[in-house]
């Protein structure tokens, strides 16, 4: 059984920095993309950043230059670096995983991915 579980949200300053983890179990995650996805209250769910097996990274436009998406196979973790963080920021950060190894085609949609963390909250103060 594929789980994710999402780690190292918090409140932080506008300027900040903080670290997201998101630790997978149930199968090796070296052979799948990843993504991370976060949502706003009364907003849906946007993409944010993907990997592929590849190592190629995407990023949304909101995020790029800031954000930083990364992977320790050997520990089966996806990281998500934030600096720079701003209020619009705010949001519950979710990763992802697709229910097929191999390359992904649009590693921004919700409907790639079928596998899904609880969440990690994000608060950032001006």
């Known amino acids: 059984q594929v789980q994710l579980v999402e780690s190292g949200g918090g409140l932080v300053q506008a300027g900040g920095s903080l670290r997201l983890s998101c630790a997978g179990s149930g199968r090796t995650f070296s052979n799948y993309a990843m993504g991370w996805f976060r949502q706003a209250p009364g907003k849906e769910r946007e993409f944010v950043a993907a990997?592929?097996?590849?190592?190629?990274?995407l990023y949304a436009d909101s995020v790029k230059g800031r954000f930083t998406i990364s992977r320790d196979n050997a520990k089966n973790t996806v990281y998500l670096q934030m600096n720079r963080l701003e209020r619009e920021d705010t949001a519950v950060y979710y990763c992802?995983?697709?229910?097929?190894?191999?390359?992904?085609?649009?590693?921004?949609?919700?409907?790639?991915?079928?596998?899904w963390g609880q969440g990690t909250q994000v608060t950032v103060s001006s």
């Open positions: 990997i592929r097996t590849s190592d190629s990274l």
């Open positions: 992802a995983a697709p229910r097929n190894s191999g390359f992904l085609l649009n590693p921004g949609r919700l409907s790639e991915y079928a596998y």
